[in-house]
């Protein structure tokens, strides 16, 4: 696919929110309280604020927000919320359907794993359905005919590409995108905020001397038009003095198969001096690749992992990634199921932060470009 087609100009960008410190305080109080671990009255902000680490000034903030909505009602001065059981009991369980990138490689990771956990303390129960979207070939019309046979009441879609997300939603099924090509498109979502660290971590590499520097992605991330992540590292090479093409974003058929004649071809005649792998799967890959074809890292190769794992932080030194929280991202789904299942509207975007964390798997450049 032509680069210029990768690149195509953005429609409206819907603007994002941050989970601020209150905001996440919030959020964890009330999933613990939706899913009963308190009844009655809610613990004092003393002992709430020593549990999770903050200061009482955040605690108290997040209770007048929970008042605000019903959930807490207030007994006055020096006196603990009640937990409002009225206001619970106009939720209801939601049977929720996960809509899984690929089956083979989504189906145990850990975020999968955190998001069954969460939803199903929250008292709703939740279902993969048999295909995923690389089984249905990230095509609309089969994806309609699955969602028309799944018994669902929402749905949650995990990395989906942009022509899935805008079917989801143009539908009356709610619908919540986690991760996924979704820029400009009305869709409640929840992403690590990656542009600006990958725009970090490739200018560090690029003030390493490296020139030839490869982003892997999936396609769905790429086209028809490139996520906000992609579209900065396309911008940033552009601001050194580097014209993207597509050796620096290179298309490749999503199979094992593909993705490893994807780096054969790299590595063939002007190989790449870093690459940045997208997702720890394809990170491992192409870590047993290099070895196999005697390329040292990072003496011959840089290397950064777009996601962090305990495998990499477990390498001496550890690898290059990018560092971001799971748990703001688990809570702000368990928040928009508590949402629809109480009837209300949920449309909000959410970035949660990340941070580049250099590693021992980046060197200097050693091969003039």
Not at 95 to 123: F, P, Q, S, W
Request: some cysteine; charged content about 20%; proline content about 7%.
């Amino acid at each position: 696919m032509p680069l210029s087609q990768q690149t195509a100009k953005f429609g409206p960008v819907s603007t994002p929110s941050f989970l601020t410190l209150a905001d996440q305080v919030t959020e964890h109080l009330r999933s613990e309280i939706l899913r009963g671990r308190w009844s009655g009255v809610l613990p004092g902000k003393h002992q709430l604020a020593a549990e999770l680490g903050v200061n009482n000034k955040t605690v108290e903030g997040a209770l007048r927000q929970l008042e605000k909505t019903g959930l807490l009602l207030a007994q006055g001065a020096g006196r603990k919320r009640l937990i409002n059981t009225r206001r619970r009991s106009t939720s209801r369980t939601l049977r929720i359907a996960l809509l899984l990138n690929d089956h083979e490689i989504d189906e145990k990771t850990k975020i999968v794993m955190e998001i069954r956990h969460a939803l199903d303390a929250a008292g709703h129960t939740l279902v993969t359905p048999p295909k995923s979207l690389a089984s249905l070939r990230f095509d609309p019309k089969l994806v309609a005919q699955l969602v028309r046979k799944t018994e669902a009441d929402a749905w949650i879609i995990l990395a989906g590409s942009r022509g899935v997300l805008e079917w989801f939603a143009s539908q009356p099924v709610p619908a919540f995108a986690v991760f996924g090509n979704r820029v400009g498109i009305k869709i409640p979502s929840v992403s690590p905020n990656k542009p600006p660290v990958i725009a970090e971590a490739t200018r560090h590499l690029i003030s390493l001397g490296h020139r030839r520097i490869v982003l892997l992605t999936r396609r769905a991330v790429r086209l028809p038009q490139p996520t906000a992540g992609l579209a900065t590292y396309l911008d940033t090479l552009r601001e050194h003095g580097l014209q993207p093409s597509e050796f620096n974003l290179p298309d490749w058929e999503e199979t094992n198969a593909g993705f490893h004649e994807c780096l054969r071809s790299l590595f063939k005649a002007t190989p790449p001096t870093a690459l940045i792998v997208d997702e720890v799967t394809y990170f491992v890959a192409t870590m047993q690749f290099l070895l196999l074809h005697g390329l040292r890292v990072p003496a011959d190769v840089s290397l950064i992992s777009t996601d962090d794992d305990v495998a990499l932080s477990h390498c001496d030194p550890p690898a290059a990634c990018m560092r971001w929280d799971m748990r703001p991202v688990i809570r702000r789904i368990v928040n928009w199921a508590a949402n629809i299942s109480r009837g209300k509207a949920d449309f909000t975007q959410t970035l949660t932060p990340a941070e580049f964390m250099p590693g021992g798997t980046i060197g200097r450049c050693k091969t003039p470009s």
